[in-house]
């Protein structure tokens, strides 16, 4: 057994700069069967509590070192119907491989790799891993609405048709996928790869329907009295935040949902294929340090931009982006300005020209227990700019919030569930981003495991 984990082999750098392809290229059969022999097999193993979707992590380990990747993804996929996707984007580091045994003294096993390369593993080798699902459209089978396709609303909506439930999504958008579709880029999560566990579910039984925005469409209550049994709403948080400074207005300011929606899916990525417009120029900031900050900036690379910078109110210690994600913008030559916030953008002619920064120290923690950004007087300066975006978080879309009338609301404004993702109206239940505010896919993915079995319960009791 080797103390030392596996490297994942990646494109080069200088390379991938110029190109959308996957920047991770997956484990070979040796290096899988070599990673997870670094699993001690513990009596008491504490990943399990770490992943939010239960998966069996030992037992799917023990199956890679036998060489019987089929029956490791069997387990993985009796817990998650989205292996792929999480190997790829989850923050492992602060789930399942933060409590692993190994982590205390050096490196956890690389949990997330090894489920990429057995969800990997079955679709290259054409197979189907063997899950029990109760129904197949069958028109008898009480019926759940789900709305939103994100990992919140699929998950709820497999875990549901694998018990005995018509369970039919309801999205917005024209394709399903929520911000593994809009927003994380094809270098970091392949569409290819989320079509192919998108089918998988299907393949449950889920119906998709898209093009079909609740709240404007069709309300919940007509959900409800159409003879959906229940309802979860997994609507994510999809609403830009701006800074309100002077010069947000100008042509070359994007928020990041909107520059990554037209790179995604307006299919940017593929020009000259398709020509969605999106002008980055030479000079690029993005302003914020988390997961759709570090997408931006590796995007505007990726579409000629010659400088990108990153700019930072904070300093590296509470940057919130994976690990991963920041040493790969690193390494791609991404600058990182940190304790810098913009105070004004300015422009010629209605397009974005510079933008006057001040430099900021940290001051004692705030609400968030991280240490509060404070102005350093006199430390303003310019930075010269074609194009700025703006990812410096997102919140709820008010649309169908607002009309549902009676469903409670936090004052954040987000939808107040329980533990279980029960909301205040009957037959209604939650979870995902429009719970808890911008989160994780596995956090969402969780409360819609959750949410399954709460639904489960409440029609048996109501039936
Ligand atoms: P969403 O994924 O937002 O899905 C909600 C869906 O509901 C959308 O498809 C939307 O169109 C649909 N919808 C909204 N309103 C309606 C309506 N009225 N009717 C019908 N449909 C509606 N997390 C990670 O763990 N790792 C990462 O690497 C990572 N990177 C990210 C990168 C970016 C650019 C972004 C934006 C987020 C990232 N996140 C990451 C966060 C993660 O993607 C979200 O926390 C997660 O997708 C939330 O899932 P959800 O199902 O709650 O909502
Ligand atoms: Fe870890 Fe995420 Fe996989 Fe769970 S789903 S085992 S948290 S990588």
Known sequence: MSSIRQKMPEQDPRK????FSEVTLGYSEEMAISEAERCLNCKKPRCVQGCPVEIDIPGFLSKIKEKNFQEAISLVKEKNNLPAVCGRV??????????????KKGESVAIGRLERFVADWEAENGLKSKVKSLKQKNPCLPRVAIV?????????????ARVGYQATIFESLSEAGGVLRYGIPEFRL???????????????GVEIKVNMVIGMIKEIDNLL????????IGTGAGLPYFMQIPGENLNGVYSANEFLTR?????????PEYETPVKVGEKVAVIGAGNVAMDSARCALRLGAKEVSIVYRRSEKEMPARLEEIHHAREEGIEFRLLTVPTRIMGNAGRVEKMECIKMELGEPDESGRRRPLPLQGSEFEMEMDTVVIAIGQGANPLLLSRTPGLKLNRRGYIEVDKEGTASLKGVFAGGDIVTGAATVISAMGAGKRAARAIDRYIKQTT
């Open 225 to 232: 009295r159409e003879g959906y049994r229940a309802v979860f």
């Open 263 to 271: 790179i995604n899916m307006m299919k940017a990525y593929l020009f």
């Open 190 to 204: 392949p569409k290819g790869v989320l079509d192919r566990e998108l089918d998988y579910v299907r393949g449950l």
């Open 148 to 160: 939103g396709s994100g990992p919140a609303g699929i998950t709820c909506a497999g875990d549901l």
């Open 90 to 103: 989850c923050p492992q580091e602060t789930q399942c491989e933060e409590v692993c045994i190994l982590a």
């Open 16 to 19: 991938r700069v110029h190109n």
